[in-house]
């Protein structure tokens, strides 16, 4: 959040005397003032969120600026609100989840920040379109907000010129322009002792190379299953072929935020409405009854949807604790083989 404000600040500080309110912000309908002053609102706001704890709606409230605030003020409205946003977020524990309507009305710490380094880097870039300036903030702030909020993008040739194609302000070859977006902060689905958190392609790389994911996992986690899958998502999202809500969960404690194992889809629904599923736990987790507690809340929210007509699991035939617990859930075998045997949970 810093190095995204320090940046824009910067640059935007050269060009102060200059005439922001006359002239329109790149492609948006706002001038270059009103484009600062949105900036600075979204920064409190998402820091507000985080704050108030806030469930089913904006915590309501709004800044205004002082009556005869000049650009070099406004300048150090965004440099305030950004800062308090930056402590929200390395406050606000881990676990704690905020309202936000867009796509599955809340978000984390990590969201709330990605969502405020996107405010002022795309917003940045409108201003700077307007006033003639070059502008390109670090590689890795462009990144970090794709892989967090906009999953569903297959990766360009650089993240920057991606970003702005995602959202309407550039183009790229051999991609149509983009019209209408949204970015996309995970699913998460609770459970009674879990919650089923989803693993952003950001967590599914660190994770398939042998990192935490950015979880607290128990026993010395994840299980090398976990780190397949993840190896899955991240491969889905190069390819441009990943949809968030059917990728990987991580299952998350309520007690005490230990990461317990990993649950998820190996892909969107077929053309018959048939989406499996995969799951593993870590050795200190097993025998809870954690896979059957996740499993029973992943498939509720599963064939809750218009899409989805059944779910489809596959066991190891020596995986007896694994073949329980699709069994409890009300999965029924449905096929056999050598090695494994298949189940279906109908709608």
Not at 35 to 62: M, W
Not at 161 to 176: F, K
Not at 319 to 334: D, H, T
């Amino acid at each position: 959040m810093e190095q995204a404000v320090a940046s824009a600040v910067a640059l935007l500080r050269t060009v102060t005397d200059r005439d922001w309110e006359g002239v329109r912000a790149g492609r948006l309908e706002w001038n270059c003032r009103q484009t600062a002053e949105h900036v600075a609102s979204d920064l409190i706001a998402y820091a507000g969120q985080l704050a108030g704890r806030a469930q089913s709606a904006y915590v309501p409230f709004e800044i205004t600026l002082d009556e005869g605030t000049d650009n070099a003020g406004a300048l150090d409205v965004i440099e305030a609100t950004g800062a308090l946003l930056a402590a929200a977020v390395r406050t606000t524990p881990r676990d704690v989840r905020a309202f936000h309507p867009y796509p599955f009305r809340s978000a984390d710490r990590e969201g709330f920040a990605a969502m405020g380094v996107a405010e002022v880097l795309l917003h940045t870039h409108d201003i700077a379109q307007g006033l003639g300036l070059d502008y390109e903030p670090p590689t890795e702030l462009c990144e970090d907000v794709l892989t967090r909020l906009f999953p569903h993008v297959r990766p360009g040739p650089a993240p920057w010129p991606t970003l702005l194609w995602a959202t309407g302000r550039g183009e790229l070859p051999d991609r149509a322009p983009v019209t209408e977006w949204r970015w996309s902060n995970p699913l998460v689905i609770p459970a009674e002792r879990l919650t089923l958190q989803g693993v952003t392609p950001a967590a599914a790389r660190d994770l398939d190379r042998g990192g935490d994911g950015g979880f607290a996992w128990v026993g010395g986690g994840p299980y090398e299953g976990t780190r397949a899958a993840a190896g899955m998502v991240a491969k889905a999202y190069e390819s441009g072929v990943h949809r968030p809500e059917w990728g990987m969960f991580v299952l998350v404690r309520r007690e005490d935020g230990g990461a317990v194992g990993a649950m998820g889809f190996h892909g969107p629904p077929d053309g018959e409405g048939r989406a499996e599923v995969g799951y593993d736990l870590t050795e200190p987790a097993r025998g809870h009854g954690y896979a059957t507690e996740a499993l029973r809340a992943l498939s509720a929210w599963a064939l809750a949807r218009d899409d989805v007509r059944r779910l489809y699991a596959r066991v190891d035939r020596d995986n007896v604790p694994s073949q329980r617990v699709v069994a409890r859930v009300g999965f029924v075998q449905v096929a056999a083989d050598e090695e494994q045997l298949a189940y279906e949970l109908p709608l």
